[in-house]
């Protein structure tokens, strides 16, 4: 890839690196400078099938920026899924630089190096929510993701939201945004109301929202870290994939819409008769997505269930033969809930 100087503003670069994914093949990687030195926001895959694992990419764009990589003094992960985090140790060996990370990010650190169990509690939830034996095998045999991260490095330095610091020549205060990632955070400098989204905020796209075992309502978390971001009213959003893009209040509205129709169209599903959530997944997004594609669309809908379960729309009742099914609540059965409150 052909490397230029992209400064969106003074002193913070746009790194744009590949990905070898057929729907999305660049992620964002961003580099703060300024006299006292670089900061580094994320920083791509590990892909054992490009040169250096794709290390020479990362050095050719920081390279163009007229900086250097030996000069980064702290890597700041967004989250970490692996496309902005799977090099990280690579660059923490490189720059002998610190690392730091929202402090949930452990658990995802955990997962990565546990393949074994993360697959099989996806089968466990699958099965739960109508998904057939047959299907469940192709479903979950992409969750083994070490091939595309060096090495789980852990962070030097753990955020939990609201810390500052100085990078770039102006002041970044960490926000944390759950929901696409529990452990996910936003980088807002208020000076020129930049904000660095991560997958949080995109100009084009809107990022998926998952659902594991356990997982509480990571919509919610979504929707409300939505609100937190509208509320700042970002003049220049830095996204993790695409372009800059202006007016991040509009487009923190604009993708929460989207949620409302999705809600909005899955209480109508399951209006008249109970339906599993495999069921809602085909008629939301249809039934001709395979494998990855089609986990994710369930892990979608699921994420919509739980937010309508938690306020109440949808309930969920098991079938005879241990699968859950959900429906849309009666009026009657929730009053009577606001009354137990
Ligand atoms: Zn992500
Ligand atoms: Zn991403």
């Known amino acids: 890839m052909r490397h230029r100087r992209r400064e969106p503003a003074p002193g913070v670069f746009r790194l744009v690196l590949p990905l070898p994914f057929p729907g999305l093949d660049r992620v964002n990687a961003y580099l703060l400078h300024d006299d006292e030195g670089s900061l ?28 250097s990589i030996e000069d980064i003094g702290a890597l700041i992960i967004t989250h970490a899924h692996i496309d902005h985090f799977g090099m990280a140790g690579r660059v923490v060996e490189e720059a002998g630089c610190e690392l730091w990370m929202h402090e949930a990010a452990r658990d995802q650190l955990e997962m990565y190096g546990d393949p074994g ?40 330095r753990r955020l939990e939201g609201g810390e500052t610091f100085d990078a770039g020549g102006r002041t970044w205060t960490v926000i944390h945004t759950p929901g696409h990632d529990l452990a996910h ?15 949080t905020l995109l100009g084009s796209i809107t990022p998926h929202i998952d ?25 220049l959003v830095l996204p993790g994939h695409g372009r800059p893009f202006e007016d991040g209040a509009e487009r923190a509205r604009v993708t929460a819409r989207h949620h409302d129709r999705r809600l909005g169209a899955i209480v109508q599903v399951v209006r008249r008769e109970p339906h599993t959530a495999s069921e809602i997944t085909n008629e939301i997004f249809g039934d001709t997505l395979l494998n990855f594609e089609r986990r994710l669309a369930i892990g ?5 269930l739980a937010y309508l379960r938690r306020n109440g729309e949808v309930e969920r009742i098991e079938s005879e033969d241990k699968k859950f099914l959900y429906k849309k609540k009666s009026r009657r059965a929730r009053d009577i809930d606001d009354d137990d409150q």
């Open 40 to 67: 580094l926001v994320d920083c791509g895959m590990w892909d054992p099938a490009a040169e250096d694992g794709g290390f020479a990419e990362l050095r050719a764009a920081v390279d163009g920026t007229g900086h």
């Open 185 to 199: 955070i936003c980088l807002w400098a208020s000076d020129d109301r930049i904000l660095i989204s991560g997958d």
């Open 211 to 235: 659902f594991r075992r356990g997982d509480d309502n990571p919509l919610g978390d979504y929707l409300a870290s939505l609100a937190k971001i509208e509320a700042l009213e970002p003049a």
């Open 300 to 304: 979608e809908a699921l994420a919509h």
């Open 117 to 156: 169990t993360l697959a099989e509690e996806m089968r466990a939830m699958l099965a739960d929510h109508g998904v057939g034996p047959d299907e469940i095998g192709e479903l979950t045999a992409f969750e083994d993701w070490r091939p595309f991260v060096h090495s789980l490095t852990g962070a030097t």
